[in-house]
């Protein structure tokens, strides 16, 4: 076959360390911490192979502790954009014709060393630039990365072994999975090591060549994925990364005719620009763009009255306040039946009064920083507003301080509208806004919840009552990509749980799972002739 086509075996999830006290792992970790902190980085643009730098730098400070320098990366200029757009071309003719065998081996081989000496690199990595305790590192820049580049293949493997039968003895049918015609253009987020790995690497596995830009508050870890990734085997010029102001990349990568497709995780905002910028002008590039997006969320967390309440007050907490609510798919918005509204406030408050904020490098601190300025910003306006509109009610948390880092308390909001600003409008930070309704209009709230947000991303349902639990799957069908049941609404499992939203969400195409693979190619029917005909005469012509 044209693809290289072999059967790779289903892989297993990569085991999550625990980084308890006294485990190697930790200790490996702290030391690696600290080398970190004593070496800061001058991170350069990597074009057809090539450290590029600008000398346009930018320093790099850890959200939590802003006096502390990470180093510098070297912004991209318009030339380097051009750079990157003409490596990714050069190459893609030598890459696009590799077997598929080939191009699985090198992201086999790239999960290994990510599994082995990358993996607290990457973990320190996040930590300090991203903000990310231990464990949300763990199972973020180092499991869940490693899933992508181990079942990646084995669903790219089901792609090329999904033929179409011989029709007859005489002919023999194939499909071939082209990659694109022309380079992606992947664009990673700050939140998510393992987006910012998978975004470049699931198109450049299908044999397409990329031009990466990364979340300029996440180059860092960016950095150490592209080593990797040279170190696997990636030859020159396949992924190109240039980090850089969207307002400089943009434009000229997604003007350029050759662009083929994009593979973004982001706002919702910038993913709706990027379709109006394409669309505009469709007809410039060579071929339809494929235009593959995971933007945000207004995620939920349902209960009904048959929930067991520790159970619910363990999933908000988690669901809300883990990496301080910068998760697309962090719970957002909570319904509450009245008849357990009491207790479980509670229960939940006590827990919360017990979390602690503060560095990263302080393993007892189950919360850190948000990731910048403009976020910090954003997201205490909300909480601003909720403490002078009426309606809005500041359960617990509501403060924040930006003098060492970005620390905002873990904030719960209660709301008697349904359809509030603070139960309708992302926040990404750590505010959930609870909504507390009568046990009576369990299917009518069901309801608001459905039309309330326009995003459908992720959402959960908590209750041992079946019925009531059925009643919220069919009425909330289309509220969420990923729907949870007993369980929060985070934590999406590479191989088993295929994440992704539609709505104002994204376009649904299931990262970690053959579908969003499947956008990365091309196919091209092949029907070979076993036996042609050498007369153009039917036998209906004959005489009788």
Not at 335 to 357: F, G, H, Q
Request: proline share 6%; charged share 20%; hydrophobic share 40%.
């Amino acid at each position: 076959m044209l693809n290289g086509h072999v059967q790779i075996r289903k892989p297993e999830n990569e085991p999550v360390l625990s980084y308890a006290p006294g485990m190697r792992e930790r200790a490996d970790l702290q030391a690696k911490l600290k080398e970190m902190l004593g070496t800061p980085a001058d991170i350069p643009c990597i074009i057809g192979g090539k450290e590029v730098r600008t000398g346009q730098t930018v320093e790099m400070h850890p959200p939590h502790n802003l006096k502390q320098s990470l180093g510098i990366y070297h912004k991209a200029t318009a030339r380097e954009v051009r750079a990157a757009i003409s490596a990714a071309g050069k190459a893609w003719k030598e890459w696009s014709e590799l077997d598929g065998v080939s191009r699985a081996a090198i992201m086999l081989r790239a999960a290994q060393l990510l599994s082995g000496k990358y993996r607290q690199v990457l973990n320190a990595s996040t930590m300090l630039c991203m903000s990310k305790n231990p464990f949300q590192a763990e199972i973020d820049s180092a499991c869940e990365l490693i899933d992508f580049w181990r079942f990646n293949p084995y669903y790219m493997s089901r792609i090329y072994g999904d033929q179409p039968p011989i029709s007859t003895p005489s002919v023999m049918n194939y499909v071939e999975h082209r990659p694109l015609e022309g380079f992606v253009f992947a664009i990673t987020p700050f939140n998510f090591a393992s987006i910012a790995g998978n975004l470049p690497t699931s198109p450049a596995l299908m044999g397409n060549t990329v031009v990466w830009k990364p979340a300029s508050s996440a180059v860092l870890p960016a950095y150490y994925i592209m080593k990797l990734l040279q170190e696997a085997g990636f030859p020159d010029g396949v992924i190109n990364m240039i980090p850089g102001p969207g307002s400089v990349v943009g434009p000229l990568v997604l003007n350029d005719p050759r662009l083929g497709g994009v593979h973004f995780t982001g706002s919702t905002a910038v993913f709706a620009n990027i379709w109006k910028t394409i669309g505009t002008d469709v007809l410039k590039y060579k071929s339809y763009p494929r235009i593959v997006g995971e933007t945000g969320g207004k995620d939920f967390i349902f209960a009904h009255a048959s929930s067991d309440i520790d159970v619910l007050k363990t999933a908000i907490i988690r669901g809300a306040f883990e990496y301080q609510g910068q998760k697309c798919s962090a719970a957002s918005r909570a319904y509450i039946p009245k008849s357990m509204w009491r207790e479980l406030k509670k229960r939940m408050l006590d827990e919360i009064a017990t979390i602690k904020i503060g560095d990263v490098c302080d393993f007892t601190n189950f919360m850190n920083a948000v990731i910048d300025k403009n976020a910090f910003d954003s997201i205490t306006e909300y909480i601003k507003f909720a403490k002078k509109t009426s309606g809005l009610r500041i359960l617990c948390g509501g403060t924040f301080d930006e003098s060492d880092g970005y620390f905002i308390r873990p904030t719960v909001v209660e709301s008697k509208d349904p359809r509030s600003r603070l139960m309708s409008e992302e926040i990404f930070g750590p505010v959930i806004t609870i909504h507390v309704y009568e046990d009576r209009d369990y299917k009518k709230t069901l309801r608001i919840c459905d039309t309330t947000s326009p995003y459908g991303l992720t959402g959960s349902i908590f209750g041992q009552d079946r019925y009531a639990v059925e009643d919220a799957l069919k009425i909330l069908r289309q509220s969420s990509g990923n729907f949870y049941i007993n369980d929060k609404p985070t934590g999406a499992v590479v191989g088993q749980q295929p994440f992704g939203g539609a709505r104002a969400s994204g376009t649904n195409d299931k990262a970690g799972s053959a579908l969003n693979l499947i956008r990365w190619v091309s196919p091209r029917s092949i029907k070979e002739n076993l036996t042609p005909p050498t007369d153009y005469r039917y036998s209906f012509l004959e005489k009788e």
